[in-house]
């Protein structure tokens, strides 16, 4: 791959790495930064009922939102280690190259567009 796109698509991934990160951070601590590793925390657990009652009714809510972002995150990162392989860029099922135009609109895509 061209290393100008490639650059590119690296520093799309760097944005949406901070993006994550930061969303992340609105809902959950880190517990592994480096692998995209989030926990959803109670907060102020106190000893008011009904305190208790919006904090846990908050990780209710809280909780799938960060198991997406943080999904999301561990491809974005996975993606960025396969640039410094250097196995970035190519189907994992057929192992022929992702389209330059698919990477730019989805740059942690691990498949091409026909499988
Ligand atoms: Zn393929």
Do not use: H, W
């Not at 989030?38 to 000893?47: H, L, R, V």
């Amino acid at each position: 791959m061209d290393k100008k796109i490639l650059d590119e698509l690296k520093n799309l991934l760097l944005k949406e790495r901070k993006d994550l990160e930061e969303n992340l951070e609105r809902i959950a601590k880190p517990v592994d930064k480096e692998k995209g590793d989030y926990e959803t925390t109670f907060e102020n657990i106190g000893n008011d009922r009904e305190d208790n009652t919006t904090e846990v009714e908050e990780y209710a809510d809280n909780l799938p939102v960060e198991i997406t972002l943080e999904k999301n995150l561990q491809e974005v990162i996975s993606a960025l280690e396969r640039i410094e392989s250097g196995t970035y860029g190519f189907c994992e099922n057929c192992q022929k190259e992702i389209g330059i135009e698919r990477l730019r609109a989805n740059p942690s895509a691990r498949i091409c567009i026909k499988c």
